[in-house]
């Protein structure tokens, strides 16, 4: 059964701010950093999650995953080429994929992931995209397609928009921007978990 709140962080100190506050999934998302400071960062968010019961995600870094025996991994296509997914499957890490079509859904099915993310739902502050707002029609879709594997969906979510997305058919909401940006990311983040469990 999918986590229904995902939450995705840039640094180590975030999750450790929020995780407490009830985070069951997280996502550390580093960007931009050397690879000392990356595993740094990794090995203090994986010693974090384990003691807070928390399954932490690994964002692109999927070598630094397996070296550091994190369980669980977020690709997205870029990163599928590089990735060893025999490796990833023989030390039994999970993983996640991006998608945003159809020709990039079959691909990412075929290889049987934990999940599949479909993006941008919203409009999305965080990074340029080539993708248009994909729409809760296209959320329904990906359901159906998706069959047994559990859908993700990303991309400009607030609290507002959990109940439409969820009702579209997401098993999991994941955010960035409405709880880095919040006046209060721990309220914030407590009012994500509230939403998502009613
Ligand atoms: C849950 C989730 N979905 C999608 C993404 C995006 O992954 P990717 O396309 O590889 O882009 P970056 O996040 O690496 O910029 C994600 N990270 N998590
Ligand atoms: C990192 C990312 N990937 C996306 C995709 O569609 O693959 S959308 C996205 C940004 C999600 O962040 P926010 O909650 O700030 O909009
Ligand atoms: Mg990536």
Same mark, same amino acid.
């Given at each position: 059964m999918m986590e229904k709140f995902y939450l995705i962080v840039g640094h180590v100190g975030r999750l450790e701010l929020l995780v407490p506050q009830g985070v069951r999934l997280v996502q550390l998302r580093i960007k931009g950093q050397d690879d000392t400071e990356l595993r740094r960062q990794i090995i203090r968010a994986r010693d974090f999650c384990a003691v807070h019961r928390a399954q932490l995600v690994i964002n692109d870094y999927w070598q630094a995953a397996l070296d550091l025996r994190c369980g669980f991994v977020h690709l997205g296509q870029e990163d599928m080429e590089?990735?060893?997914?025999? /490796?990833?499957?023989?030390?039994?890490?999970?993983?996640?994929?991006?998608?945003?079509?159809?020709?990039?859904?079959?691909?990412?099915?075929?290889?049987?992931?934990?999940?599949?993310?479909?993006?941008?739902?919203?409009?999305?502050?965080?990074?340029?995209?080539?993708?248009?707002?994909?729409?809760?029609?296209?959320?329904?879709?990906?359901?159906?397609? /998706?069959?047994?594997?559990?859908?993700? /969906?990303?991309?400009?979510?607030?609290?507002?928009?959990?109940?439409?997305?969820?009702?579209?058919?997401?098993?999991?909401?994941?955010?960035?921007?409405?709880?880095?940006?919040?006046?209060?990311?721990?309220?914030?983040?407590?009012?994500?978990?509230?939403?998502?469990?009613?």
């Open positions: 590089s990735a060893d997914f025999p /490796a990833l499957r023989r030390a039994g890490v999970r993983f996640g994929l991006s998608t945003h079509d159809e020709d990039e859904l079959e691909r990412a099915l075929s290889l049987d992931p934990d999940y599949v993310a479909l993006g941008p739902v919203y409009p999305t502050l965080l990074k340029e995209m080539k993708w248009p707002p994909q729409g809760l029609d296209r959320v329904a879709r990906w359901k159906r397609m /998706a069959g047994n594997t559990p859908l993700v /969906a990303i991309g400009g979510l607030t609290t507002d928009r959990v109940p439409g997305v969820i009702a579209a058919g997401a098993d999991s909401v994941a955010v960035v921007t409405d709880i880095q940006q919040a006046d209060d990311p721990e309220a914030r983040t407590r009012e994500w978990i509230r939403v998502c469990a009613s």
